[in-house]
């Protein structure tokens, strides 16, 4: 029995296959006419015209299989829309809650607003403060720009950071022999990176965990470290923008140099992420087949574990990289209480983006199979280091990272009370607890139907939380079945 069909849908550009039918006329050009099949270059274009506007096209599916997809695609643009509404709206009240722009002349009819210490401030101070303040409105239009972008489907945004990863790994080599285009090349990844990574932050993080370090251990554990850092940037940038429009803090120009440092520009995420790929650089040179479960014997390797952080910048130094990229790159395993290393410097000396990495490389390292550390439960892992080694990393990364995480993060793996498994799969609105979708009996078998259920009920709260390597002693498989 023939069950194919070909059926009208209103698809995200993002998710335009070859073969589609354009079912609709674009307008002004010629070659996007109703009927037109669509080729991969004519996706392209679709893709930069369309932006993040749905476009209807017929396309010839399986009714007996594609049903699913057919709801995905069609939740996936509801909830772009949605998006795009709150983004414009945040945006709207962002820009609209002052009549004119902050200057020197008129800073004193907004110090209420903010809240401004106005005594200690002389002329100059009044100048950078105004420059301040203008310039986190700035931020947050841009941040809410990029949280409107095109929402991927998780198949599609788990293949393009499989994409990046071979990307970032053949660019080593050439950033090792000193090539500037190479340097090039890691911006431009590292900018479709964060497009994807802005809107998309709660299935990068989930995608964090289904990124297993096994293969590519290099380039996929400084994906990683990316995706870590910059959900916990953008939310950071977020949590200092409520500050400075909080009335309950007294801001002088130090309060207002703070904010300033701890939110992040477009431009800077770029930064924070391409730091964030390069920061063990060295290592691809003293052990080109790194791997997960790598064993160090030697005192030559040991010492040359100890000097990476240190290499890995002397490579990066022969660039005209930023100050602080370069820093964060010498910086990364530095902790704000001064215990870490190369330098045993305290976060008074940090540069822009290590307070962000180092908290991501230790996170990251926790989380995933490495040759360094032995591995927790990322809520295990949230948890030891607000409380055990809260001392060693800046509190507000540390509240960023949680608030985009959540303290059972998105795909973190887990056994209820009745001894079912499964992993958390979506944020559960009014609760501290996400929904966890079942797929595992108790014995590890593979349950009929997988089914969501929300674990703060009795007989389904969670029991006990589980490591990559627990699971893969339950059932070989498990990585299969995330639902995505």
């Known amino acids: 029995m023939d069950n194919s069909a070909r059926q009208t849908l209103e698809i995200a550009s993002s998710d335009l296959e070859p073969g589609d039918i354009l079912a609709q006329n674009i307008d002004a050009y010629n070659n996007l006419k109703k009927g037109t099949q669509l080729t991969p ?30 709801r995905q695609a069609a939740s996936s643009i509801a909830r772009q829309t949605d998006i795009a509404d709150m983004i414009s709206e945040r945006v709207n009240a962002a820009f609209n809650k002052r009549e004119e722009p902050v200057t020197v002349d008129n800073l004193t009819e907004y110090s209420a607003m903010y809240n401004l210490d106005m005594g200690e401030m002389d002329s100059a101070d009044q100048a950078e403060a105004v420059k301040i303040i203008n ?71 989930l995608l964090k965990d289904i990124m297993d370090q096994r293969l590519n251990f290099l380039s996929t554990h400084s994906l990683n470290v990316a995706v870590v850092s910059l959900a916990a940037a953008i ?54 087949d790194l791997q997960w479960n790598s064993k160090f014997h030697s005192q030559r390797e040991k010492s040359e574990i100890e000097r990476h952080a ?38 008074r000396m940090f540069s822009k ?31 030891r280091l607000l409380t055990v ?34 992993y958390s799969c979506r944020p559960n609105s009014g609760s501290s607890l996400p929904y966890v979708l079942l797929v595992l009996a108790s014995d590890g078998a593979k349950l009929d139907a997988p089914c969501e259920t929300d674990p703060s009920f009795p007989g389904q709260r969670i029991k006990k939380l589980l490591t990559m390597d627990i699971l893969r002693k339950i059932n070989s498989n498990f990585e299969e079945l995330y639902i995505l």
Do not use: C
Not at 46 to 68: F, G, H, K, N, W
Not at 242 to 262: A, D, G, S, W
């Open 135 to 205: 310039s986190i409105d700035n931020i947050s239009r841009q941040i809410a720009e990029l949280e409107g972008g095109p929402i991927r489907s998780r198949a599609t945004l788990q293949r393009r950071l499989q994409d990046r990863v071979k990307l970032v790994d053949n660019v080593y080599t050439g950033l090792l022999n000193a090539r500037e285009v190479a340097v090039k090349a890691l911006q431009k990844v590292t900018l479709s990176f964060i497009e994807d990574t802005g809107p998309n932050r709660d299935a990068s993080l």
């Open 389 to 422: 080694e809260k001392a060693a990393f800046d509190a507000d990364v540390m509240i960023a990272f949680a608030r985009a995480a959540t303290m059972i993060p998105i795909g973190s793996w887990v056994q209820l009370e009745d001894g079912k498994i499964g």
């Open 235 to 288: 939310e950071l940038t977020k949590i200092m923008e409520q500050k400075l429009i909080n009335t309950e803090i007294t801001k002088n120009l130090n309060v207002l140099r703070m904010i300033k440092f701890k939110s992040f520009s477009k431009a800077e995420l770029i930064k924070l992420g391409f730091a964030a790929f390069v920061h063990d650089l060295y290592f691809k040179k003293v052990f080109p």
């Open 41 to 70: 270059s004519l996706i392209d274009q679709l893709q930069r015209l369309m932006d993040t506007r749905p476009v209807s096209i017929e396309r010839e599916v399986d009714t007996a299989t594609d049903q699913v997809e057919t």
């Open 353 to 383: 983006y290590t307070s962000l990495i180092s908290f991501a490389d230790r996170y990251v390292s926790l989380t995933q199979p490495n040759p360094f550390y032995p591995n927790l439960h990322p809520t295990a892992t949230i948890k």
């Open 310 to 347: 240190s290499e890995s910048y002397h490579i990066m130094k022969r660039f005209e990289m930023d100050y602080h990229v370069n820093k964060a790159v010498l910086q990364h395993h530095e902790r704000v209480d001064g215990t870490g290393y190369p330098d045993g410097i305290t976060g």
